[in-house]
């Protein structure tokens, strides 16, 4: 265990039209440290995770840190990008500094704004995490590369559609006690399984209420060694982390597989030296309904082509043996790029030290998170544990 979360900040995730990528980095930024009991003379280093490919003009975003307070001068600042992940990235890329003792405390932020592109302009800029001459044309962007899989595995393993409402409906209804989420309706399963005016199809077999929404937001979490984070107020260590990337083109494998999520899952529950069973909750990577359904198998849950038992027998919801993405998860609580990491590792946090308010699970003592860029291309976990 060499690297702590001893604070942490979430805005709300949604539309933001008064916020900039630069007020929100700053709000977070502030607010973390404030949570950790730190200010900027204790920070050694700055990693800012942000996506944009387009979103916003300003690029060079690590700088906009600095912007939080002019103590932060000269501190080394960096942002980094993985696709979806990037806010995973950020923070894996804090523990790899905070292990190789370069520094030992580390700010990290993640942060987009979505929401000020056009409608087709948006899904045009999150192709750009798609393998260009596969999916570069795709019209209904990130939806398309996922409608096309979700049709596949139907193919493959018959028709999902119940399964998929049920995900659906159990993270809406889990993100009515999220206070960050973006949609804080219970919008029940019959409303996720129909087609309507309300809820039509988006591409392939997905419905609007299989997407993860488009979203403003910033998150933070303040990191330090574990000796400097046992004198402080809190200490979720970090019991494993697993980074695996797999091949950016669809067709060089077997994309109903995820295998490398499940590569990433395998060689973090062996560093943690614990089973799926020990976890008390999983915030996972739920962009479209299909992809929560395929994480179950790769995280071990069920066997391939079964995920749809882990929800159809309850497993998944916040009383069942494995709770999954107790915060609403991308599909309710929103998924605004850069940040979407950091807020499952801030969420996770909350959630040991027993500080998530209605989203608690009782008495957890360790969480799982997964995030992942593109379809299973970049694929991050992280295990959890309070130690203070
Ligand atoms: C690896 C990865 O992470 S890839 C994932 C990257 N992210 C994405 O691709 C984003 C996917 N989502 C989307 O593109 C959009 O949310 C869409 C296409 C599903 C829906 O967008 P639009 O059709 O433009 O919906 P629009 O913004 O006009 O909203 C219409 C209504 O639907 C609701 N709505 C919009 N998106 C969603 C959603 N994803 N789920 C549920 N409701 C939604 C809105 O709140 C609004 O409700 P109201 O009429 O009651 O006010």
Redesign the pocket.
């Known amino acids: 265990m060499t690297a702590c979360i001893v604070g942490w900040s979430h805005t709300p995730f949604g539309k933001h039209d008064s916020e900039t990528v630069e007020s929100l980095i700053v709000r977070v930024a502030n607010e973390a440290m404030a949570h950790a009991g730190i200010g900027p003379q204790d920070v050694d280093e700055i990693v800012l995770g942000h996506y944009n490919a387009g979103f916003t003009p300003q690029d060079f975003t690590a700088s906009l840190v600095l912007q939080a307070d002019d103590g932060f001068r000269f501190k080394p600042a960096t942002r980094v990008e993985n696709?979806?992940a990037t806010g995973s990235a950020a923070v894996h890329q804090g523990i790899k500094t905070i292990e190789a003792k370069r520094a030992r405390v580390v700010l990290v932020v993640g942060v987009e704004q979505m929401t000020r592109t056009p409608?087709p302009e948006?899904?045009r800029t999150?192709l750009k995490?798609s393998y260009l001459p596969e999916d570069g044309d795709n019209p209904a962007?990130?939806?398309g590369v996922?409608g096309n899989i979700a049709g596949a595995y139907f193919q493959r393993h018959g028709d999902q559609s119940d399964a998929l409402a049920m995900i659906a409906a159990k993270n809406h209804q889990n993100g009515v006690q999220n206070p960050y989420a973006q949609?804080r309706k219970d919008l029940g399963f019959d409303f996720c399984r129909t087609e309507s005016d309300?809820n039509p199809f988006?591409a392939g077999p997905l419905k609007?209420?299989d997407?993860?929404?488009?979203s403003d937001g910033a998150a933070a979490v303040v990191l330090a060694d574990t000796e400097t984070a046992l004198r402080m107020r809190r200490a979720v260590a970090f019991r494993a982390t697993a980074h695996a990337q797999d091949f950016l083109p669809m067709s060089k494998r077997d994309v109903l597989k995820f295998e490398g999520a499940a590569t990433a899952w395998a060689r973090a529950l062996a560093q943690a030296g614990i089973t799926l069973d020990d976890l008390s909750l999983v915030e996972t990577?739920d962009?479209?309904t299909v992809?929560e359904l395929i994480e179950y198998e790769a995280m071990g849950l069920t066997k391939e082509g079964r995920g749809a038992d882990a929800i159809r027998e309850g497993w998944t919801t916040k009383e069942g043996k494995l709770p999954v993405n107790p915060s609403g998860g991308?599909?309710a609580k929103g998924?605004p790029?850069g940040a979407t990491g950091v807020s499952m590792h801030a969420l996770s946090a909350m959630q040991l030290c027993g500080d998530a308010g209605g989203m608690q699970i009782p008495d957890a003592t360790l969480a799982g998170v997964f995030n992942?860029?593109?379809?299973a291309v970049a694929n991050y976990v992280s295990v959890l544990e309070r130690i203070k």
């Open positions: 696709a979806c409608g948006i899904g999150l995490a962007g990130f939806a996922f949609m309300k988006v609007r209420t997407c993860s929404l488009v990577h962009c479209f992809a991308l599909k998924h790029i992942m860029g593109g379809v």
